[in-house]
């Protein structure tokens, strides 16, 4: 997964930590494919990187322009059912944390 191309600060950073259960790892990377789509067409949506290694360890970090916009993508019916898997089934631990990207700098 590329770096996101995000525009000029102010934007904001939704970082999602997680460590994977062993149940239904298969039917997990089928939702996550699945919920980058449906993220990629909501309003607000500005990109998002992924990260997981071999013992189930993920950072997926996913950049909005509003605050409105993380709140809707959270309250959205299809991302709800994949939320409630997740608590249920595909997670040991999580753990979410909504940040205001002030600064950034790179190359690209």
Do not use: N
Not at 23 to 51: D, I, N, R, W
């Amino acid at each position: 997964m590329p770096i996101s191309p995000t525009p000029k600060p102010p934007y904001y950073a939704v970082i999602f930590t997680s460590q994977l259960s062993d149940k239904g790892t298969e039917a997990y990377g089928k939702m996550a494919e699945q919920m980058v789509k449906l993220a990629q067409e909501q309003p607000g949506f500005l990109g998002v990187e992924s990260a997981r290694d071999a013992v189930g360890f993920g950072i997926t970090v996913s950049y909005w322009d509003s605050e409105e916009a993380i709140r809707r993508w959270k309250e959205d019916s299809r991302h709800k059912v994949a939320q409630d898997k997740g608590r249920t089934e595909w997670y040991d631990q999580f753990f979410t944390r909504v940040c205001l990207v002030e600064r950034d700098y790179g190359k690209r």
